[in-house]
């Protein structure tokens, strides 16, 4: 079973604090995605990583897919209360999404 | 912008039934997905679908789910005879055939309960 597995499932902050989410693999993937939740909607793409070692930035979040493409990393400098949502990694493999157990992410104003 | 939209937002059904989640993907859009999500679990791949036919499927894609493109615009997940464990959120998605790029955009949910 190909498995995605984030670090920390819950993360709860101040507004201003800087965080890091994980997304870790045993498997390579050919690329990975992140995706925010929100309550009662779909996942929402946020990037697409496809190099090891890429790195991408989205505003405030910043975004690593790691040399041997298993892992991927989410950055988030002075974290505001709009962050709040769930995040989600995701590889593609062949015509699949395969999701990660997701990280919720609480910041308190 | 162009979204994916899903019928009904909230479903609820008897363990047995017959039920029909609904879906319009984007209308120049030719991949079309279904995923769940049980509350306080991770996003599964349930299936993937491309020219009429189902390309990939995944272990819980059983005998008691179908789906259908019955015309050019809906896309339908059937689950013929529901079962406690079917209850969950189900999402439709949809991704155009382009090779640059590989998003799905997903829609909103349908909440299947099954009582």
């Known amino acids: 079973t190909q498995l995605l597995e984030q670090s920390p499932q819950f993360l709860s902050i101040q507004e201003g604090e800087n965080l890091t989410v994980y997304c870790n693999s045993s498997s390579v993937f050919s690329s990975l995605q992140w995706y925010r939740q929100e309550p009662g909607e779909g996942p929402v793409l946020l990037v697409t990583?496809?190099?090891?070692?890429e790195v991408k930035k989205l505003k405030r979040l910043t975004f690593q897919f790691g040399d041997a493409r298993k892992d991927s990393s989410l950055h988030i400098t002075a974290a505001q209360p709009g962050d709040t949502g769930l995040y989600l990694c995701?590889?593609?493999?062949?015509?699949?999404?395969?999701f990660g157990t997701g990280t919720r992410l609480q910041v308190f104003p | 912008e162009p979204e994916v939209t899903q019928t009904p937002s909230h479903q609820v059904t008897q363990m047995g039934q017959e039920v029909i989640l609904r879906c319009v993907p984007i209308?120049?859009?030719?991949?079309f997905y279904w995923y769940r999500q049980i509350l306080g679990q991770k996003v599964e791949f349930l299936v993937s679908f491309y020219n009429n036919e189902i390309s990939e499927k995944s272990e819980i894609f059983d005998d008691q789910f179908s789906v259908e493109r019955p015309d050019g615009s809906n896309f339908t997940l059937k689950i013929r005879s529901t079962k406690l464990e079917d209850s969950a959120m189900y999402f439709c998605?949809?991704?155009?055939?382009?090779?640059?790029?590989?998003?799905?955009?997903f829609g909103p949910g349908t909440r299947l309960t099954v009582t």
């Open positions: 998605a949809s991704r155009p055939n382009l090779r640059s790029t590989w998003e799905q955009y």
């Open positions: 990583v496809v190099t090891g070692g």
């Open positions: 995701a590889g593609i493999r062949t015509d699949k999404l395969i």
């Open positions: 209308s120049n859009h030719l991949y």
